[in-house]
RNA sequence: GCGGGCGUAGUUCAGUGGUAGAACAUCAGCUUCCCAAGCUGAGUGUCGAGGGUUCGAUUCCCUUCGCCCGCUCCA
């Protein structure tokens, strides 16, 4: 399989993919794409679009779907009200406190880090439990009796306190605090804070009353038009609601070319359903979803289905499913996520009505400040749904299918790069770069080719190219020998070639030839277009 | 954010304390009846950026930006 440095260069070289601002030394984590790139990222867009959205039919219950349903999409703002990404919790947890081991070069999350006070010898030091052990007593008891260089369970040491967060010692006491993997104390550096979130400035004035956020996600727009959408759509429940926009993280490392970005672009959905069959749909989505990669071309074997264990969960999600991809940058035996499908409960819709809910609570509730009000508070509106033909209102659950649009172009660039051999004109093989694009995603679906450029074989040509060029999108291309041409189209993944060639002053026939197995077949010049429709599936 | 490596043409790379080359690619022409053929010709770089040492820096030093790898992070 292809390594990082060749996609790269291909991108670079063939126009998919380039460094932001590379001009001024570029911009970490930020990507532009090229003219091939940005049509392979419209087919993609379109794709799913057409395949969730355009092409759906709410009258028929599609294979494998509890029931029928409707489907809309909508576009919302990537800025928004500051108090959405407080109620959905992106504030608080995109804003971690950090603190780094000077000595182990470990990061820690503030809030994690546990341990107790321990004393022997005169010396009275904070020992703290690595977050992954897997009993922190344990580990703490022997992390003291090595430090102190006592027996476990001798009597010369003392604990001092109970377990106890980090956060609750002050800063000037971190000289006496035994980092987890440190082997001296005085190690870990001050909290830190780490902001996820891109902050801006609505209006001319930079005063904090006017901070506001780029969306870290797409889906919050879409629950916050939940209601509207239902009120003016007359559509019922199950309810897909579709959107595809940019998101923006500030991601620590942005790492892996476009697959760790910190200006990205999502296709979600949330489907809205009844409680009792919301698991149904969590299943249904999920298989779906899963279907939609390998319908595009995408080899299964390089994709995996992987199930959130009970840990990962949170309580109140019957399910999260990652679609993840072996990219070829990854370590051997390593996947990384093209898309997340979770089940999410009533979680966001509740959150929006009362305040941002505890997701560790069960059942959930509102997360309340030291004096008992919410410790971000919810719209107060009622977002529940009311099915008119049953009389029941009830809270929607809500199947979340989360894709990344630069994430699944990368995906289908990685699995469609390939070498293979194909003879040249001496009868040699040569080493051939192909792109098996899906003639869907495919950014030219087309070429036309005189054979050679004499005998009038260029004007037909043109003429062709010139019937198509409203239709479907085609190149032409009369430069250097046939075969030259061939492999210039296949590698951008152009599925078809069109070739006009001494025969064709004869009887008005072409020839096509097929990028993947390099079959010819002839085709009247009339009938081009239908003939590419068909062979394309547009 | 830490540690290591790297940065020369569109791409892959060579090279030197005296301002740069190859291959492929690109463009033009000739030739060419099916899979990267041949011939002729052309263009391309402020050697990532800034500063320093030096008579002189792409080359040595410092800073910075970017890329890759390992940690860390990844709702």
């Not at 429940?237 to 993280?249: C, D, E, H, N, V």
């Not at 590698?491 to 030839?513: H, K, M, S, Y």
Request: with cysteine; charged share 30%; net charge neutral.
């Amino acid at each position: 399989m292809a390594t990082l440095s060749e996609i790269t260069s291909l991108c670079k070289r063939r126009g998919f993919i380039f460094q932001s601002s590379e001009l001024y030394g570029g911009i970490n984590g930020f990507w532009d794409y090229g003219p091939l790139g940005t049509e392979l990222k419209r087919n993609i867009r379109q794709a799913w679009w057409r395949d969730m959205v355009s092409w759906h039919n709410p009258l028929l219950a599609p294979a494998g779907a509890p029931a029928a349903f409707a489907m809309v999409g909508i576009e919302t703002s990537v800025i928004m009200n500051p108090q959405v990404w407080k109620v959905s919790g992106h504030y608080d947890l995109f804003q971690d406190l950090m603190v780094d081991c000077r000595e182990t070069k470990l990061r820690y999350r503030y809030d994690q880090l546990r341990g107790r006070w321990a004393e022997a010898r005169g010396r009275k030091i904070f020992i703290t439990a690595d977050p992954d052990a897997e009993d922190e007593f344990d580990f703490v008891s022997r992390r003291a009796s090595k430090l102190f260089k006592v027996p476990t369970g001798s009597p010369e040491l003392k604990w001092a306190s109970d377990f106890m967060s980090l956060s609750q010692i002050a800063v000037e006491d971190f000289v006496g605090v035994l980092a987890p993997q440190a082997q001296a104390p005085g190690t870990l550096s001050e909290p830190r804070e780490f902001n996820l979130m891109f902050k801006t400035y609505v209006g001319a004035l930079t005063s904090e009353e006017h901070a506001a956020y780029l969306r870290p996600e797409t889906a919050q727009g879409i629950f916050l038009n939940f209601k509207n959408v239902i009120d003016s759509s007359r559509v019922r429940l199950p309810l897909g609601i579709a959107q595809i926009g940019k998101s923006f993280r500030n991601e620590i490392t942005p790492r892996q070319f476009t697959f760790r970005s910190r200006e990205f672009e999502q296709m979600e959905i949330e489907f809205f359903c009844h409680p009792s069959t919301s698991e149904a749909w969590y299943r249904y989505w999920r298989d779906r979803r899963l279907r939609w990669y390998f319908d595009l071309g995408i080899k299964p074997a390089n994709v995996r289905l992987r199930e959130h264990d009970k840990r990962e969960l949170s309580h109140y999600s019957r399910g999260t499913a990652d679609i993840e991809y072996a990219f070829p940058f990854l370590p051997a035996g390593d996947f990384g996520e093209l898309e997340g499908v979770a089940h999410r409960g009533d979680f966001d819709l509740r959150s929006h009505m009362e305040g941002k809910l505890d997701p560790n609570s069960n059942p959930l509730l509102v997360e309340r400040d030291s004096a008992g009000q919410p410790r971000w508070r919810g719209s107060g509106k009622n977002l529940a749904y009311r099915d008119e033909r049953t009389n029941e209102t009830y809270i929607p659950h809500v199947i979340e299918p989360s894709a990344g649009v630069d994430r699944a172009l990368l995906a289908f660039i990685c699995d469609a790069m390939q070498t293979d051999e194909a003879p040249d004109d001496t009868g040699t093989l040569r080493q051939r770069s192909v792109l098996r694009l899906s003639p869907r995603l495919a950014p030219v679906k087309v070429a036309v080719l005189p054979l050679v450029r004499k005998d009038g074989m260029p004007e037909i040509a043109r003429d062709i190219h010139n019937a198509l060029v409203r239709h479907v999108a085609v190149q032409y291309d009369e430069k250097d020998a046939i075969g030259r041409r061939y492999r210039r189209a296949d590698e951008i993944g152009t599925p078809l070639c069109i070739t006009v060639d001494g025969q064709t002053l004869r009887d008005n026939t072409v020839t096509f030839r097929n990028r993947d197995d390099l079959s010819q077949w002839r085709v009247h010049v009339n009938d081009c277009e239908a003939e590419v429709r068909r062979f394309i599936g547009a």
